[in-house]
């Protein structure tokens, strides 16, 4: 079935380093993809979406591109802040059926000052 | 607007017993999925409302989990002699019309099963 395998963590980083979280996906046909967030204490929200090959997904400074090649989504931001401390899940949803989310296992990303 | 919403946000119960988390979707949301996020697991998909067609159960892991939904609305999870392993944050999220479009979560009902 389809899954989703994501770098693990925790990442720790000090503030305006370059971050990558890495995720890949093995799904049949040609799945979306997401990226949520978890910051302490709140609910998942979503952070960004591609839903083609060679789409860019960005939001608040993070990218990540839709990679069909390498089955790769990853995501990226040039200069982290402590804000960006959270739990990043990487996704995927199938075009068709249910279009439920598959997660992968989160990375719990640390930013220090 | 509002947002997802569920109840209760924590609950304990003993071992054997049966709970009812529910969930409130966005207003107009036709597009309903119960997750579960637990330490061993990660998150996981249960189960999927759309409309008035026949709900993906594909997700249960057992049959003491059922759910509802109600009047196209408010669903309900239930679980039946409950067990350790079902301690876990139930999250409920809501769509507009399927999951092409984004799934809105709601803050979870942490479970833990004594």
């Known amino acids: 079935g389809d899954s989703v395998t994501q770098m693990e963590g925790p990442v720790t980083l000090s503030e305006e380093a370059f971050l990558t979280i890495n995720c890949t996906y093995t799904a049949t046909g040609y799945p979306s993809l997401f990226w949520y967030v978890q910051y302490p204490g709140e609910g998942l929200q979503l952070l960004l979406k591609a839903t083609k090959a060679d789409d860019k997904g960005s939001n608040k400074g993070f990218e990540a591109t839709y990679r069909k090649e390498t089955t790769s989504f990853h995501l990226e931001k040039g200069s982290v802040q402590v804000s960006d401390s959270a739990v990043y899940f990487c996704?995927?949803?199938?075009?068709?059926?249910?279009?439920?989310?598959?997660f992968g296992q989160g990375t719990r990303l640390t930013i220090n000052p | 607007g509002a947002g997802v919403s569920q109840s209760p946000s924590n609950k304990v119960t003993e071992k054997g017993k049966d709970v009812e988390l529910r969930c409130d979707p966005i207003s107009g949301h036709t597009a309903l999925y119960w997750y579960r996020q637990s330490l061993g697991q990660g998150l996981e998909f249960l189960i999927y409302?759309?409309?008035?067609?026949?709900?993906?159960k594909s997700g249960l892991p057992s049959d003491r989990f059922s759910a509802e939904r109600t009047g196209g609305s408010v669903s309900t999870l239930t679980i039946q002699r409950t067990q350790q392993e079902d301690s876990a944050v139930y999250l409920c999220?809501?769509?507009?019309?399927?999951?092409?479009?984004?799934?809105?979560f709601g803050p979870g009902t942490r479970l833990t099963v004594t």
């Open positions: 999220a809501s769509s507009f019309k399927d999951g092409a479009y984004e799934q809105y």
């Open positions: 996704a995927l949803s199938a075009r068709r059926g249910a279009q439920k989310l598959v």
């Open positions: 409302f759309q409309g008035n067609s026949a709900p993906d």
